[in-house]
């Protein structure tokens, strides 16, 4: 028997973010207290879900929920590391199905 899944409406759509560094770490180290206090308002917002580096660490991954791709990619042109042109973005729009409670 197949378990039906509850399907819960997210109060707006998610996406996935990944941030890939094109400088040298020293330059993002010089650069983070900045990135993370601007994603600190993004997060009192409530635009961010959760961010954090990847291991090892080359760039790094958030979740946001935004009306729209558009505010996405303004929220992006904020991030200290997009003005510093030290890092490049990937946007995909997601689904989440299962476990999407945990983010509403």
Request: glycine share 4%.
């Amino acid at each position: 028997m197949v378990a039906t899944v509850a399907r819960e409406r997210l109060p707006m759509p998610i996406f996935l973010v990944t941030i890939s560094y094109t400088r040298p770490l020293p330059e993002i180290e010089a650069a983070t207290d900045d990135h993370r206090a601007y994603l600190r308002t993004l997060l009192d917002a409530g635009r961010l879900l959760v961010s954090g580096p990847l291991v090892p660490r080359t760039g790094g991954m958030m979740i946001l929920q935004a009306s729209d791709a558009s505010e996405v990619e303004a929220l992006i042109a904020q991030d200290p590391f997009c003005l510093r042109k030290l890092a490049s973005y990937e946007t995909r729009q997601w689904n989440p199905v299962m476990g999407a409670q945990r983010l509403a």
